[in-house]
């Protein structure tokens, strides 16, 4: 299947690399010169992922973020800018940015951002698998527990960090990963990391056969944690 994305970018030139470069990978890149119309285009849907510069004619590309994410629309944003300071990153992620890339950029890693995205979008979109781990069963579409047929909720958050640690599961990922992409925390500075410890405990109490001798979310000293269940 085609995958399409959304360049934003008002210097010809640049555009022009840009759509050269993923066309030659096999994307479908239909590119935006200002704000408006990179707002009408995205509006319109159907793309995987939007590369968006920030300084747009007409409409900036932070109002054109802000729009969208405040009409519903989720499409998975590369920010690409010029303005590399700490207070432009953290103002594009918390406006609703999925990552954030300097110019001048290699084009290579650009590449590989963008893939990386779209993988994971792909993967939030398939059907969370059907997890049984002992006497417990977990169903992540319905957010709910069977513990020897007894049903239990699961809360949002706590699927998610199911499913992010299931999706990583050859690594460990740390507090302060799991604080930026699973509450999608823009900076963790300040953010108190017992956050994480207090869900993780909730959880296991919730899909650990044996809470007290965790198998499925398994606490990695002094890195973080890591999914660990093996049957």
Do not use: C
Not at 57 to 83: C, D, W, Y
Not at 98 to 115: H, N, T
Not at 187 to 195: P, Q, S
């Amino acid at each position: 299947m085609e995958r399409r994305i959304l360049v934003v970018e008002d210097e010809p030139a640049v555009a022009r690399g840009l759509s050269d470069a993923f066309g030659f990978r096999g994307f479908s890149v239909t590119v935006a010169r200002d704000g408006e119309e990179a707002l009408a285009a995205a509006s319109a849907g159907g793309f995987d992922l939007i590369l968006l510069d920030l300084m747009l004619p007409k409409i900036s590309g932070f109002t054109v973020l802000e729009r969208l994410r405040a009409a519903g629309n989720r499409t998975p944003t590369i920010v690409l800018t010029a303005r590399g300071e700490e207070e432009d990153r953290v103002r594009g992620l918390a406006t609703g940015a999925d990552d954030y890339v300097v110019k001048p950029f290699s084009i290579l890693e650009l590449v590989a951002r963008v893939e990386a995205q779209i993988r994971r979008r792909e993967m939030d979109r398939a059907p969370p698998p059907a997890l049984r781990f002992g006497v417990v069963e977990v169903d992540l579409e319905r957010h709910r527990v069977l513990r020897d047929g007894v049903a239990e909720e699961l809360p949002a958050r706590e699927a998610s960090l199911l499913r992010y640690l299931l999706r990583h599961r050859d690594r460990v990922v740390s507090r302060d990963e799991l604080l930026t992409e699973v509450w999608e925390y823009p900076t963790v500075r300040g953010v108190e990391t017992r956050t994480v410890d207090n869900y993780v405990v909730r959880l296991r109490q919730k899909i650990e056969p044996d809470p007290e001798r965790p198998r499925v979310v398994l606490t990695v000293r002094g890195r973080g944690y890591r999914y660990g269940w093996e049957g």
